[in-house]
């Protein structure tokens, strides 16, 4: 029988059919593990090396030990009372798990990881522990325990930022969800028996983390055979699971009667009331019809001005860097005029960084009167994110007025999603804009390719690399214009 690991856990809460696939499957069907997989793995090592290098503290390392010495070796370290050990394996009844740290407080032990991310996620004034760390620190936390050797259920994370982040296991995750990380771990924890034992039967389900998956062509494969419901936009594997009994395709999803369905104010389905069921419900008529139109489902109001500006930025998240602010302008719909103009962190530095975010900037503040459009909030996050880092370059007042103002237009939550109908299965950018005929010049374009190139450009300096990443940001801000250009064509 499969022992539950850390990484199993990690992937449960992200795609439980993952776990399934990785236990089941035949390994022919996984697709080649992507430059930006094996990025982040030789980053993770990288930091961590780093990391312990720099420690403050003297460890016993047992990283480099083959499993079974390592734990035996661990065993005899914590009988023993050392301080800190490094690189130990535990292991309990089905459980197995190897921190990155087991540090010693009072009489027995505190698990801790180290991660090549931020040890919290969401915004600054509201960042909450990752659930798919605090599984994998509770796994952890959990043989301690079971070995009666735990201090505590507070483990600890060594993050990027070289802050130690404490999970408190215990703690109520807010006030919307007052449910403990710990209740969320066995949940996790009884998924994940389940499926070993073969007695929970998971489905694939399309959705964004499925394009870093080495399952992703297997699966989406079954899912077009299944005429899958999580192939429509933002109808995700719960709203899909909560359906799956009534209306198990797009085919049924378009052909149903709602009144059927819909209980006054609510519907049959759990997590799916009467204005969502509709929205799939159109949705799937759209993918269905023989002749699939985008639409708009209520008129929008656009800024006019003579000069348009296409905005879209690139972050290396792994060093924490925004090193390219890129802008294409046009005059009102001519695509002749375009002229593309990009702040590249040449010296990649909090100083390079300082001075493309000062030039980009320069840039919009010198044309006042130019509407401008990027997708999704990402650039207004990173720009309030760079303002609060270098405040001598404009104000937090300067950058809420830049995207408060009606000159500038997220076509993505302003438009895209809350106005339009397309007929897609998400709404990215690349999606959006293929479907309206564009092409990106590069064979494989993706945010997630562009930091794989920037590192090695970083590393190696090569200029036919930053040209690329430079090519794939005018790429993106062109498919912006080419989308509000189909926007504007809508019926």
């Known amino acids: 029988m499969p022992m539950i690991t850390a990484a199993m856990l990690y992937n449960a809460i992200a795609c439980p059919h993952r776990v399934t696939m990785d236990l089941f499957a035949d390994p022919r069907e996984r697709d080649p593990i992507s430059p930006f997989v094996r990025l982040l793995w030789e980053r993770g090592i990288v930091h961590e090396d780093n990391t312990m290098d720099g420690a403050s503290t003297s460890f016993l390392d047992l990283s480099g030990y083959p499993d079974r010495q390592k734990e035996l070796l661990t065993s005899e370290a914590m009988a023993r009372g050392e301080p800190l050990i490094y690189g130990g394996r535990i292991q309990v009844d089905d459980l197995i798990g190897e921190p990155d740290l087991l540090r010693r407080a009072g009489s027995g032990y505190i698990a801790g990881d180290i991660k090549s991310g931020a040890g919290e996620e969401g915004p600054e004034d509201l960042s909450r522990p990752?659930?798919?760390?605090?599984?994998?620190?509770?796994?952890?936390?959990?043989?301690?325990?079971?070995?009666?050797?735990?201090?505590?259920?507070?483990?600890?994370?060594?993050?990027?930022?070289?802050?130690?982040?404490?999970?408190?296991?215990?703690?109520?995750?807010?006030?919307?969800?007052?449910?403990?990380?710990?209740?969320?771990?066995?949940?996790?924890?009884?998924?994940?028996?389940?499926?070993?034992?073969?007695?929970?039967?998971?489905?694939?389900?399309?959705?964004?983390?499925?394009?870093?998956?080495?399952?992703?062509?297997?699966?989406?494969?079954?899912?077009?055979?299944?005429?899958?419901?999580?192939?429509?936009?933002?109808?995700?594997?719960?709203?899909?699971?909560?359906?799956?009994?009534?209306?198990?395709?797009?085919?049924?999803?378009?052909?149903?009667?709602?009144?059927?369905?819909?209980?006054?104010?609510?519907?049959?389905?759990?997590?799916?009331?009467?204005?969502?069921?509709?929205?799939?419900?159109?949705?799937?008529?759209?993918?269905?019809?023989?002749?699939?139109?985008?639409?708009?489902?209520?008129?929008?109001?656009?800024?006019?001005?003579d000069l348009e500006i296409f905005f879209d930025v690139e972050v290396d998240p792994l060093r924490d860097l925004c090193y390219l602010h890129g802008f294409v302008e046009r005059h009102r719909g001519d695509d002749a005029t375009n002229c593309y103009t990009a702040f590249f962190a040449d010296d990649p530095s909090a100083a390079g960084e300082e001075e493309a975010f000062r030039t980009a900037w320069r840039y919009v503040s010198d044309r006042p009167g130019a509407a401008i459009y990027f997708y999704s909030p990402y650039e207004r996050t990173i720009w309030r994110r760079l303002q609060r880092r270098y405040p001598a370059v404009c104000t937090e007042a300067e950058v809420d007025a830049l995207f408060g103002s009606p000159r500038t237009v997220d076509l993505y939550l302003d438009v895209v999603r809350s106005k339009t109908e397309w007929p897609t299965r998400d709404y990215s950018i690349k999606t959006l804009a293929r479907f309206l005929g564009f092409q990106w010049r590069d064979a494989s374009p993706s945010g997630t390719a562009s930091i794989e190139w920037f590192d090695r450009w970083f590393r190696k300096r090569d200029v036919a690399l930053k040209q690329r990443v430079l090519s794939y940001n005018e790429d993106d801000c062109v498919a912006t214009a080419v989308l509000l250009d189909g926007i504007r064509a809508l019926e």
């Not at 936009?233 to 799956?244: F, H, I, V, Y």
């Open 130 to 305: 990752k659930l798919t760390y605090a599984v994998q620190l509770a796994l952890y936390t959990d043989i301690l325990e079971r070995k009666r050797l735990s201090a505590g259920r507070t483990p600890f994370v060594w993050d990027i930022h070289g802050d130690e982040v404490i999970y408190d296991l215990d703690a109520p995750q807010g006030e919307r969800n007052p449910k403990s990380l710990w209740s969320e771990y066995q949940e996790c924890l009884a998924q994940a028996r389940r499926i070993i034992a073969g007695t929970e039967i998971t489905l694939p389900a399309y959705g964004a983390v499925c394009k870093l998956c080495h399952w992703h062509t297997a699966c989406l494969k079954r899912l077009e055979a299944a005429d899958d419901l999580t192939l429509l936009p933002e109808l995700g594997r719960t709203k899909r699971d909560a359906m799956l009994d009534r209306i198990p395709t797009i085919t049924g999803l378009s052909e149903i009667n709602l009144d059927r369905f819909v209980l006054g104010e609510r519907t049959v389905f759990p997590g799916v009331g009467p204005a969502s069921l509709l929205k799939f419900h159109e949705r799937a008529k759209l993918v269905k019809n023989a002749d699939p139109r985008p639409y708009l489902r209520e008129p929008i109001m656009l800024p006019v001005a």
